[in-house]
């Protein structure tokens, strides 16, 4: 299950409290959640975020976003700026995800402050990003390997946002060149999917949309991953009319990643 987005202190209360019952029916092997859990990064909105956070029954994977470093705290923000994440979020979250079909790190794309003047926009440190691949390489070679980030390192066609994430291309290849199946990530308040061949074999692009009331034209949603010794599976959950509606499902075949 990959969620993202949930902005606490503007968050869809009715869609958040949905969203929990049915990932513990559903009981996933994984619940990811790809950054930006706070609006405003205030204590009060990481309080909100850990205690709801906490009711998931399964194992948790969790990266921060932008939104989660003190926006009003500049200080802070230069100095330590994901002290709050990490005292509220991080001990929730797992360090990786491993399990028979899949191996999944996560890798921090955000920011508290930048040398320019959108701090928003993602960063990736490609010294970092191979350790992280190196990692992911430790498994065997059936098994899916995926980097969970904020940002997407590519902005898709359905996002409203058309920003750059900084080394993001060159990022995409690395992971190409290293046979990488996957990056999962959030930020643009819409689900998409992109098959990519920008190196050696092909990479998925999974974005999950938004759990909070900031919508970008599309509902509150996020996505069901699921994964057999033979196909990989992903299926936007909506809300619309308070309920959860299952968008239709995109498949392929695991052998075909390798191509």
Known sequence: MQLSDIHFGTEDKDALAAARIYANSLSPDLVLICGDITQDGKVE???AARDWISGFDSPKLITPGNHDTPVFGIIQRIFNPFGRYDKYIKPLSLTEYTDKNIAIQAYNTARG???KFDWSLGVVDLEQLNQKIQSLKNNPP?????IA???PLIYPDVSPLQVTTKNGEAAVK????ANIDAVLSGHVHAPFLIERDPGRTSLLS????TLSTRMRGKPASFNHIEIDDT???VTAIDWIDDNYVRAKSW???RDALDA
Do not use: P
Not at 174 to 177: A, F, K, Q, T, V
Not at 206 to 209: A, K, N, V, Y
């Open 45 to 47: 909105e990481f309080e």
């Open 113 to 115: 402050i930048q040398a």
């Open 142 to 146: 059936e098994t899916l390997k995926m």
């Open 149 to 151: 980030v904020h940002h």
């Open 174 to 177: 690395m992971l190409s060149d």
């Open 206 to 209: 999974i974005g999950s949309g």
């Open 231 to 233: 196909h990989l599976s």
């Open 251 to 253: 498949t392929k075949r």
